[in-house]
């Protein structure tokens, strides 16, 4: 440490002109001014052996930090590049920023790490950002190795080009994005495969042999409901006992005639409305003998008894009448 910051005091008189090698491409600031001279370069490499030592020592003897004031563990940076030489038709920035960023940012809370994308092609014309002389590629900045790596693996899923069709990942974004303006339609699972993503008529699997199964109400006869869901089927029990007392009423009023009288029912439960002759029949006894005795809820009962109310209702007017 002491040899480092003895040659961070004039960087200049200790660089070894030897072996120097050929230099980088020069790199230039906003301002003009040249960031990657030879000075500059001996001086960062100083400076992060100087970190190294120091991350080291503190690790071992924490009381050491006291020494060096202002010390702070150097965050890990890791440059991955983005294959958009290999496929530039395909749409990494996209799968790795996200639908408004949400992408980028659900990446950066589960990691802990500062995720971007540098280089060309990466900003807006008239913006300037790090690096932009450099390729396209993610740039992660985390405070450890564990949190690098996480992070790191996360991003290299994204890079690996996959057909559209079984992109997961994709489709989920495209949900979000639907969900974010108010355009998403939720299709339901496919009846043949079990998949979502189309209709039944839409299936790949669908053979041309597939027909609709024959569904038909044993109560109504429709064709659009089953059995169970039929809206008469808490009347269907009642059917029976209808038509048994309608054949009863008629043997009375015949005079004996036969239950073939009761109607054929068709999955209607209201009987045929009785004649005036029946009426008559009924209101004599049916030629001498005793009235038949009828259920309340008859439909012959019901009859007379509206019939009485609309001449209850005609008296009432008509001495309202005489009073003014």
Not at 41 to 50: I, S, V
Not at 130 to 152: F, N, R, T, Y
Request: net charge positive; proline share 8%; with cysteine.
């Amino acid at each position: 440490l002491e040899q480092i910051n003895t040659k961070l005091m004039n960087p200049t008189a200790f660089i070894e002109t030897a072996d120097l090698g050929p230099s980088p491409p020069p790199i230039y600031s906003a301002d003009g001014q040249r960031v990657n001279t030879r000075d500059k370069r001996f001086k960062d490499k100083l400076m992060e052996e100087r970190q190294t030592l120091l991350e080291k020592a503190i690790a071992e003897n924490p009381a050491l930090k006291a020494f060096a004031p202002g010390f702070a563990p150097a965050k890990k940076v890791k440059k991955i590049d983005i294959p958009v030489d290999k496929y530039p038709d395909y749409n990494f920035i996209g799968l790795i920023i996200g639908p408004r960023g949400n992408t980028q940012k659900r990446m950066e809370r589960e990691t802990g790490c500062k995720i971007s994308i540098r280089g060309k092609g990466s900003s807006k014309k008239g913006r300037s950002q790090p690096d932009e002389d450099q390729p396209l590629h993610v740039h992660i900045i985390a405070p450890d190795e564990e949190k690098l790596a996480k992070a790191e693996s996360m991003i290299n899923k994204l890079l690996i080009p996959m057909d559209e069709t079984q992109n997961v990942h994709k489709a989920k974004q495209l949900r979000e994005l639907a969900l974010i303006n108010g355009t998403l339609r939720e299709v339901p699972k496919c009846r043949i495969c079990g998949e979502d993503g189309h209709k039944i008529q839409e299936c790949p699997k669908r053979t041309s042999s597939w027909s609709a199964a024959e569904v038909k109400c044993a109560i109504c006869g429709l064709d659009t409901h089953l059995t169970i869901d039929c809206p008469n089927k808490g009347n269907a029990t009642r059917l029976p006992a209808l038509n048994d007392e309608y054949a009863s009423f008629m043997a009375e009023l015949g005079g004996g005639a036969s239950s073939s009288a009761a109607p054929k029912s068709s999955g209607s439960l209201a009987p045929n409305k009785p004649t005036s002759a029946e009426m008559s029949g009924r209101a004599t006894g049916g030629g001498g003998g005793a009235a038949a005795k009828l259920p309340p809820n008859h439909p012959a009962n019901q009859q007379q008894q509206q019939q009485q109310r609309h001449q209850q209702q005609q008296q009432r007017h008509q001495q309202q009448q005489q009073r003014h």
